[in-house]
């Protein structure tokens, strides 16, 4: 019996161990998937919006690539299939339709920004660079989302009112 318990326990703690390491961004997917419903990328440029992908470009951060990649296997956006691409040098900005900017990315103002990409930080300061939203880690573990607007009317991407009204909204 109280093998068995030991062998319980042990295995527990394993499981919390690796769902920990696992779920870095778990979140971060989660709040993605359903905050893209409310934004309409539109593009004159380019017939990306109207590919058979949707493509997602982060920029220096493998951990959150794998787990895009692992959140949305099977998953469509938009009816898209998600196809999530690693740039570590970024000096031109391939086709996507977003590019997600974490605190692991260096030099974010080296390239010259496309007013059809939706530019998505992670634990950044929304009021510099080129992010329209950023995702950010509250005190409570909870998600935050914030809308820097003058990105957003610089842009052609249009966002929907409900968002706003969930977001924190800095002019």
Avoid: R, W
Wanted: proline share 1%; charged share 25%; with cysteine.
């Amino acid at each position: 019996m109280i093998k068995t318990i030991s062998i319980f326990i042990f295995l527990m703690i394993i499981f919390v161990e690796s769902y920990s390491q696992i779920d870095k961004f778990g979140d971060l997917c989660l709040y993605f998937e359903k905050t893209v419903k409310y934004i309409e990328l539109t593009s004159d440029e380019s017939d990306i919006i109207h590919s058979e992908k949707f493509v997602i470009v982060v920029l220096d951060d493998t951990d959150l690539v794998n787990e895009l990649n692992d959140y949305f296997t099977g998953k469509t956006i938009k009816n898209l299939k998600v196809e999530t691409v690693l740039l570590k040098e970024y000096n031109h900005l391939p086709d996507c339709n977003v590019c997600f900017i974490t605190e692991n990315t260096k030099n974010i103002e080296i390239f010259e920004t496309k007013p059809s990409v939706l530019y998505i930080g992670y634990n950044l300061d929304i009021k510099k660079n080129t992010i329209m939203i950023n995702y950010k880690k509250a005190e409570n573990n909870d998600i935050e989302i914030e809308i820097n607007l003058q990105n957003v009317k610089k842009s052609e991407i249009e966002i929907y009112y409900l968002l706003y009204e969930i977001a924190t909204v800095y002019k």
